[in-house]
């Protein structure tokens, strides 16, 4: 990219991104005479460095690695937050947070006392499929609301089965009241009746507090159940697992069984859910129909220390707008039809929303700005990514935006400290060359930083940010 003669045009191609749709047979009016059923499993705190075929030493994913090797493995996939709420907001709606009020200067994420969720005006992708006829499912951590009007049976899902927001909230232990981080190195963290979180179905608690010894072997079945049910007809199934965010809990057949300790057992858990879905879609010969996606919404609890992940090579983590914070480990898997490989090219969660409207034959609503970009060129040709800008928000402010092989820091802030730093001129780090960002060359390259300073005026032109959603009255 020469970023001396990149000019405004330029720029809101990489803004706004472009759609290449892939052209499928279709019938007398029009339409795809098949179509690709969507599977998202959703890790929650899984770091960059967490899995084997990312490199971990100890953690044993024959499954994902398996995955990798069949599909593609992405290096510079991203997320919408480094944080829980927003990140879900990003990845169903195809939009930035900071655009529905899902992010705070305040709260970084919903609790259960407050008020708000995700907005009523916003469209899901549950909403958007169904114009084609798909019926979805969501199962795992909703996050995005607690409150009836909020809940996933309010934004198009047919059908939900999970808790409606993190596992570790909803903590009663007496110990935690008394001191929240003795708790946390205390035996009593291990306890699944320590956190009064619900297990829902649909809009009813079916259970309270949750057993979270089996809540991925739980989730598990009911997704098995929900292919099975829903084999005959185009499905998406949202599959967001509670873990690893902790309290971190295995089933009797995993737990123990990681070198890596209970950190290990519970991604190895995740793990062989991952290859019972993959397996159950090839018995039913649905592998060919279906686009398999695994990620995860941010980056490692580094604070959790041994019970928290690793995001590798990467810088930082969950809470963090540096790498380790946003970069997630991103499998594709649809065996004949993505073609498998390393793709080292730029994609996001944001974007899961326009590929699959592409690959639906949807059309993508008019009345709002979306900030996903249609992967089809990189995923059945391998061609260039149409993405070239990634925004890193910490709450309603851009902190960091990347241009190509360029990231450029404007303000930094560790994850959990309220002290924050403004760099003038940015921070700017080139990532192809130096992932770990620890090599600011922003003295070598005056004209990128000009490139991105340009793309950041024109990016908050478009801005417009709604109301705060994550307040906790109101």
């Not at 059908?159 to 110990?175: A, C, T, W």
Request: aromatic letters at 10%.
């Amino acid at each position: 990219m020469k970023f001396k003669s990149l000019g405004i045009s330029l720029m809101l191609f990489l803004i706004t991104g472009c759609s290449f749709p892939v052209e499928k047979e279709k019938d007398s009016e029009n339409r795809p005479t098949s179509l690709f059923n969507f599977v998202v499993i959703f890790a929650d705190d899984l770091g960059y460095g967490d899995l084997g075929v990312y490199g971990h030493p100890t953690i044993r994913t024959p499954h994902l690695d398996q995955m990798a090797q069949e599909g593609q493995k992405w290096t510079q996939f991203y997320v919408g937050a480094s944080v829980c709420t927003p990140s879900r907001a990003a990845l169903l709606t195809g939009r930035l947070a900071v655009r529905s009020g899902m992010t705070s200067k305040k709260n970084r994420v919903l609790f259960p006392d407050s008020h708000h969720g995700l907005p009523q005006t916003e469209i899901t992708l549950a909403e958007q499929l169904k114009a084609a006829g798909y019926v979805s499912g969501i199962i795992g951590k909703w996050h995005l609301g607690h409150k009836k009007e909020y809940l996933p049976t309010q934004h198009g899902f047919d059908s939900y089965f999970g808790i409606p927001y993190s596992n570790d909230m909803d903590n009663v232990s007496s110990l935690a009241q008394q001191d929240y981080s003795s708790f946390w190195t205390s035996e009593a963290r291990k306890k699944t009746e320590s956190f009064n979180v619900p297990l829902m179905r649909n809009e009813k608690i079916i259970e309270r507090p949750t057993d979270q010894f089996h809540l991925t072997q739980r989730y598990t079945e009911e997704a098995l159940s929900f292919i099975e049910k829903n084999k005959n007809q185009p499905f998406f199934l949202y599959l967001a697992h509670s873990m690893p965010h902790v309290p971190l809990f295995a089933s009797e057949s995993f737990e123990g069984k990681s070198k890596r300790g209970i950190y290990g057992d519970v991604v190895e858990e995740l793990d062989h859910s991952v290859g019972q879905i993959l397996n159950s879609l090839k018995d039913q010969g649905l592998e060919k129909n279906t686009i398999v996606v695994f990620t995860s919404d941010n980056g490692p609890w580094l604070v959790m220390n041994t019970e928290g992940g690793s995001a590798g090579l990467l810088r930082s983590g969950k809470g963090s707008t540096w790498e380790g914070g946003m970069r997630e480990p991103t499998l594709f898997w649809s065996p004949g039809n993505i073609t498998p490989g390393v793709v080292s090219e730029l994609g996001t969660t944001m974007d899961l929303f326009t590929t699959f409207s592409a690959l639906a034959n949807v059309p993508l609503p008019k009345d709002r700005i979306l900030d996903g970009v249609d992967l089809s060129p990189v995923l059945f040709h391998k061609e260039e990514s149409p993405r070239k800008t990634v925004f890193y928000y910490r709450g309603d402010e851009l902190y960091a935006l990347r241009l190509g092989d360029f990231k450029a820091h404007f303000k930094t802030q560790d994850p959990y400290s309220n002290f924050y730093q403004t760099h003038r001129p940015p921070l700017l780090f080139n990532l192809n060359v130096d992932p770990s960002e620890q090599f600011d060359v922003a003295n070598e390259y005056p004209e990128v930083l000009k490139a991105i300073l340009e793309v950041r005026q024109e990016h908050g032109k478009n801005m417009v940010k709604g109301p705060d959603q994550l307040q906790k009255r109101g």
